[in-house]
């Protein structure tokens, strides 16, 4: 079943703009990951936040974590044409599990229009 | 390093037939593996846990003598599409988890496998 769920499902900015997608998610986590999808290809891992930390950087990347709201949020700040994909939010289905598969949430198709 | 590579890449088959697809780590051993499928548009689902020397765990209402999964090594799992029809046409994307087991469920996933199924 899917846990996350992002919003917006779709998103068109102009280049140079700030994006902002959101992810939320039902039961206990002990951290949860963001994914870039381009079309038609595989997965790329952006970043992983632990449930322990609030806040997340990585270059142009912004990831904030609200345990109280079980909720995610992704931020690209001033965005490129590249940055062209679908994010995903990704959750470990069982807490303290090293074996446990992702639950994926429904993406957020992001359009940067140069 | 932590590289998962998928072959084919790409697969166009005729209705009736069976594809294999394979899932490899490239550089470092793999003691689970999971299957997803991804609908065009649509977010990935997990089809199956493939664990390495026995049985895979599957997915409520995902068939097993349809999606034959084997983990036989460390480095290698197989799903095999059996008797496919075009609604398995699809994507379907393994990844791996690091046998050394990182604890925060770090998995690297494949480039995937798109299967057009005539």
């Known amino acids: 079943s899917q846990q996350g769920e992002e919003d917006p499902q779709a998103l068109s900015i102009q280049e140079g703009e700030n994006a902002t997608m959101n992810c939320s998610y039902k039961?206990?986590?002990?951290?949860l990951q963001w994914y870039r999808q381009n079309s038609g290809r595989g997965l790329v891992h952006l970043i992983l936040?632990?449930?322990?930390?609030r806040e997340k950087h990585s270059g142009r990347l912004r990831v904030t974590l609200d345990t109280s709201k079980k909720s995610s949020s992704l931020l690209i700040t001033a965005s490129r044409a590249a940055d062209t994909a679908s994010y995903f939010c990704a959750t470990p289905r069982k807490i303290n599990s090293g074996n446990t598969p992702l639950v994926f949430g429904k993406g957020t198709r992001l359009s940067v229009i140069a | 390093g932590a590289v998962v590579s998928q072959h084919p890449s790409r697969v166009i088959c005729k209705s009736g037939t069976s594809v294999k697809i394979e899932c490899r780590s490239l550089?470092?051993?793999?003691?689970?593996m999971f299957w997803y499928r991804q609908f065009p548009k649509q977010s990935l689902m997990l089809m199956a846990t493939s664990n390495e020397g026995s049985k895979a765990t599957y997915e409520q209402g995902v068939e097993k003598d349809k999606f034959l999964i084997n983990h036989a090594s460390l480095t290698l799992s197989t799903l095999t599409v059996t008797s496919a029809h075009p609604e398995d046409s699809s994507f379907y994307i393994c990844?791996?988890?690091?046998?050394?087991?990182?604890?925060?469920?770090?998995?690297?996933f494949g480039p995937g496998t798109r299967l057009t199924v005539l």
């Open positions: 550089d470092f051993q793999a003691t689970t």
């Open positions: 936040i632990r449930s322990n930390e």
């Open positions: 039961t206990s986590i002990n951290n």
């Open positions: 990844s791996a988890r690091h046998r050394g087991g990182y604890s925060y469920n770090e998995q690297f």
